[in-house]
DNA sequence: CTCTGTGCAAAGCGTTTGCAAACGA
DNA sequence: TCGTTTGCAAACGCTTTGCACAGAG
């Protein structure tokens, strides 16, 4: 079992529970927009507001403990960040898969073929997912 | 030279001056938010207000001749759709560079790890480019 | 001539900010 | 206790919409 206290802690987050409730969410579902975590939280907390949302995934994002991944077409999602990896999004059911294709080898193909030194990557693949090809 | 009006009407899109102005801009610059579009055509048509940016943006992704490129910490740009390829962007002057990395290769590997076909992609590489590195 | 595009102003939406009360350490 | 977070309401900024007039085909 994860524990999201000490984790919080580790990022000098102050423990709340609505932040607690936020790792917990985004650690069970992987990828979510504001409006799911939103909905997420208003059962646990009813009378929670949208911006103590946006509050705390921008303070997460600050201590580089969420990020950010940017879809076309569709609202951002914030996911905890681990290791680099690209997101495939169905276009049809918009459903999100991390998928831990070889990075390293972009970045150096791309390191080499620029002047440029990356340090970070938003790699979204569009396609259909199985469900949806059927 | 290119010619803008036969371009815009491959698209069916109607010629209109504001139309072949974006189209140029965009060509000439490669990548531009909205904002940029706006100061540009405000020197040719001083009365040009952003809605007719917007709406002609859109009509143009709508037809598939421009694509938004959605970038982590910015604004979007937008672009002529061209063959897949990524982008570089600085994260100290915000330039941004076009870059063939193998994508071909990138999307196959993507399509037999998962279970997804895939057809678009939104490939964004942050890092320092060489004059900021200085 | 008809239909579409333009420009303006207003509306709409998602996100941020200010503030008093509540809470965490 | 002191500093931070929460929740509410208001403010903000970007994008879209409605409408009358102008322009493209």
């Known amino acids: ?31 979510m927009n504001i409006d799911d975590l939103y ?30 991944v940017k879809i076309p077409n569709t609202k951002s999602v914030f996911e905890l960040v681990k290791n680099e990896h690209a997101h ?9 898969e991390d998928i831990n294709l070889n990075v390293q080898s972009v970045l150096e193909e791309a390191s080499q073929a620029s002047a440029f030194t990356i340090d970070s990557t938003n790699l979204v693949l569009g396609g259909l997912c199985p469900n949806c090809k059927k």
């Open 39 to 68: 909905k997420k939280l208003l059962a646990k907390f009813p009378s929670i507001s949208l911006a103590t949302i946006y509050k705390n995934v921008n303070a997460m994002i600050e201590k580089v403990f969420l990020s950010e």
């Open 88 to 96: 495939l999004v169905c276009s049809s059911c918009g459903s999100i």
């Open 1 to 31: 079992m994860t524990n999201y206290t000490s984790l919080l802690k580790d990022y000098n987050l102050k423990v709340t529970p609505q932040r607690v409730a936020i790792v917990e969410e985004l650690s069970l579902n992987g990828h």
